[in-house]
């Protein structure tokens, strides 16, 4: 077995670890989305010290930081023994969970301000009626938390109920 380095792209320099003149392991697999590979592939891959499939890797995992590639990472990390790229694909993945995570209370909360003004309501009031309290809406508002689906419902309903309230009360123009 050798050592060879592909110079076709200095950007990201290719090392693959196979005999001379045979086909890389992952061969098979270079024209389909790392999101269809097989956990062994995966784990070829991650083992394997070829620098641009790390690359692709790491762009499935962000743009899936929950889904089925992003277990079978996390599996293959848990088991290997490629510690470099295994802290580096950690890091990767826990950072872009935490970004998606923010992201997503962000919504929440956009979504939270539209049920509130809707409403007709205070967001104390609101609180009040849907059962939290006006800490944790807050705490939800702000985006540094979010309630759980149960509550979102309750909220969605509690929305829906004073904005038809408010629409009925309203004069309708002639």
């Not at 620098?51 to 293959?76: H, N």
């Not at 409403?119 to 009031?125: F, K, T, V």
Request: glycine share 6%.
């Amino acid at each position: 077995m050798t050592l060879a380095v592909d110079a076709h792209d200095e950007a990201a320099p290719t090392v693959r670890l196979s005999a001379p003149g045979q086909p890389s392991p992952l061969a098979a697999y270079e024209g389909k989305p790392v999101e269809f590979w097989p956990t062994a592939a995966i784990r070829l891959a991650i083992e394997s010290g070829d620098l641009t499939v790390w690359q692709r890797i790491v762009v499935a995992l962000k743009r899936d930081p929950f889904g089925r590639t992003a277990r079978q990472g996390e599996e293959v990390l848990e088991t290997g023994s490629a510690y470099g790229i295994s802290k580096a694909l950690s890091e990767v993945l826990d950072r872009t969970r935490a970004e998606l995570e923010a992201e997503e209370r962000a919504e929440v909360a956009r979504l939270l301000k539209v049920l509130i003004e809707r409403s007709g309501l205070s967001a104390r009031e609101f609180a009040s009626r849907s059962g939290v309290s006006g800490e944790d809406l807050a705490t939800y508002i702000e985006g540094a938390a979010s309630p759980s689906a149960a509550q979102m419902v309750r909220m969605r309903r509690l929305s829906d109920r004073f904005a038809k309230m408010k629409a009925q009360r309203s004069p309708r123009p002639e």
